[in-house]
């Protein structure tokens, strides 16, 4: 009997649209995998800043601070430079925001198609990373 029940799951038919929907899947896959990269290198660079953050804080009032801008640097006073720290570090937040939205919608229209696939395929089917 168990050699019938695989026979009857490798033997089952691939439609045109069941195709699509593997190939929808694998796509946002890909997509989810380079959100997720994304993301830990925005989540990096924002520990950085916040890193930067602390030890401006400890820094001399009266000393300019070499800041960083493109790929020069120039001298700033400590206000200037813990300004533009802040609002890169509300960029970088704004930004991670945004990847985290989008990677939890995309994960969830990837249940959604997996749900489908299962319940088509059942085990014949691999939808795991």
């Known amino acids: 009997m168990r050699l019938d029940e695989a026979e009857s799951e490798a033997d089952i038919d691939v439609s045109w649209e069941d195709q699509q929907k593997i190939n929808n899947f694998s796509k946002m896959n890909a997509r989810s995998g380079d959100l997720d990269e994304k993301l830990e290198g925005l989540k990096k660079e924002l520990e950085y800043l916040e890193d930067l953050d602390t030890e401006l804080e400890l820094a001399d009032e009266d000393e300019p601070i070499r800041c960083r801008i493109g790929d020069a640097f ?37 249940d959604d198609l997996k749900a489908a696939l299962y319940a088509r395929f059942g085990k014949s089917i691999n939808l795991e990373k």
């Open 74 to 110: 120039i001298q700033l006073p400590l206000d200037q430079c813990r300004q533009r720290v802040e609002a890169e570090r509300d960029k970088l937040a704004g930004e991670v925001g945004t990847l985290r939205d989008e990677a939890e919608a995309l994960r969830g229209r990837m």
